[in-house]
């Protein structure tokens, strides 16, 4: 029986799923891969709290560093989070010549650069299934089972808060405020909940994504970011009516040689299989050229379906330590291009929902539409609802696709038109082409 040591960095939720994981199974994967996992040291600033696990007290440390240094470690894993002193332990592990599993999207989404190299610079690996999706291994996917495919596109709803507060929209008709303060109380959202709410958290899952498809690191600067804070209630009515469902999607595509990377709430088909995706698990629908339609579904964040992928990469991290199999295709995906070309949100072309507010006049919805022919974008729809407000009423509107450039000119002058009552209000609508 072959063994290897690790060292575990960060004792907080996930840390204690790890633990936990290999407590329950830890036999069980002895008998699969002839590999025995000794937990051999865990650094944390607070060793007293109860994790709900059993530990021998006398390997815990509040010296990250001493573990890095321990010549007998094979494997560090990095579940501390944030990007400044996971960073430098990080690097530090690397350049120890240690294999590095971590779960920490906002690292390898800021600093990948700087961390693939330093792990290819000293011959070792970086691991980081969990850092997206949790405990759904779309990553080890990409690079094993998709090896052979050109990657077409990504889809994914890549952040359980979002798609909690989506689904209890849609089914219990309540604000978005209302149940964000739920969320909060009920331990679904944080405090604050900028991360989620905003879209940060899924834009650095979707670069990452991105950047094993595209093999390149990809800057936060390349997505395009809009969140659901503040989405009204409207909207989700408005979607439902229309066959669709709002969630807030990654798009990752790669069109004419350029990549587009953003995250945007977005109206999809109700007949297609991400849209029944619910409540707090995530989902990622990835193309290949070969392939052609997968789709990775689970939970995407929790103590023991993120311990479950930080497992893996460890089992997978240890064997090549003890194979001497060098810089894993983790690393080397990310570095066969100098650069990608990046498709500016100005030029993507998209379809949208828009709801206007007009004033119930002869004439009013003509203004618009002039204004939309003048800026090429044609309607595929449009619906008025009898349900007015001031004498003015809402009207919805589904457009052909059309440049977000165009679109964004076209708003600027609706919203200028005196028979325009409301502020409009502009959705991308995927159709999955």
Known sequence: MQEIRIGILGFGTVGAGVVEGFQRNGKLIEQRTGIRVTIARIADLDIESDRGVTIDQSLLTTDAQSVINDPEIDVVVELIGGTTIARDLVLSSLKNRKQVVTANKALLAEHGEEIYRTAQSNGVGIYYEAAVGGGIPVLRSQRAGLIGNRIESIYGILNGTCNYILTRMEHEHLPFDDILADAQRLGYAETPPDLDIDGIDTAHKAVILASMAYGAPVPMGACTIHGIRGLSNQEIVNAEGLDYRIKLLAIIREIDGQVEISVEPTLIPKEHMIASVSD??????????????????????????????????????????????????????????????????EKIIKRYYLRLSLFDQPGSLAQVMKVMGNHQISMASVVQNERFKGGYAPVIMLTHKAREADLKAAIEEIRELEVSGAEPVALRIEDFE
Not at 283 to 303: E, H, K, Q, W
Not at 315 to 325: C, P, W
């Open 280 to 345: 707090s698990f995530n989902a990622v629908f990835v193309r290949g050229d070969i392939v052609d339609d997968t789709m990775y579904y689970g939970r995407g964040a929790g103590s023991l379906p993120t311990g479950s992928a930080v497992i893996g990469d460890i089992l997978e991290a240890g064997s090549d330590r003890l194979n001497g199999s060098g810089v894993p295709v983790s690393v080397t995906m990310m570095l066969q291009k100098d650069t990608l070309q990046y498709l500016p949100s």
